[in-house]
């Protein structure tokens, strides 16, 4: 990508040139692309993209509203030379990511850990764990404690639990939006 700088001719330049060129500003510097074009049929997906993105526009402006938001957001912006609303936008179409679960040293007794490591482009908000037998019927279910970095959460068990054949745990991870992402997996 060239950049050009100390450029007088276009230089907080925005807006439409004809059908060719778009200009816009994004933190003190000038984009320019090609202008977009727009198809006629909107496909479902399309749609419910367009809707969800909406919500994400909401959610970011809300972001920006929002002292506490904003200051967190803030945070990252500046080193990423973004907007508040840009981060707060990219959070709200992202949901955590659940990379692992480690469910070697649960045994079925109580004090036994399972770790999980979820990720997020922003922060973690919260890790859910539910442990069912193989008839569905709950054994236990609570909230992981982070690590000092939030990236490994960590779930001590409650209650012990005879029989591990065909049990289910479930986690649920989710962000300060309130993504959710939930996975599951078969002993």
Known sequence: MAKQTGNVVTHGLSGKIGDLL??????????VSKTPTV???VTEAQQAHRRRFQQAVFYGKAA????ELSEQYGTVAHKKKRTVFNIAVADFLR?????????SAYTGQ???????????????K??????????????????????AAAYEWTYTATQDNKSLDGDRITVLASDRPGNLTQEDISM
């Open 110 to 124: 109580t004090g036994d850990v399972i770790r999980i490591r979820v990720t997020d482009d922003f922060a973690v």
């Open 39 to 41: 198809g006629n049929k």
């Open 95 to 103: 949901a955590p990511d659940i990379e692992q679960i480690d469910f």
């Open 64 to 67: 920006m509203a929002t002292p």
């Open 126 to 147: 919260s890790v859910h764990v539910r442990i069912a037998n193989a008839d569905g019927s709950l054994v236990e279910e609570g909230a992981a404690v982070p690590d």
């Open 22 to 31: 778009v200009f816009r500003q994004r933190s003190g510097q000038t984009i």
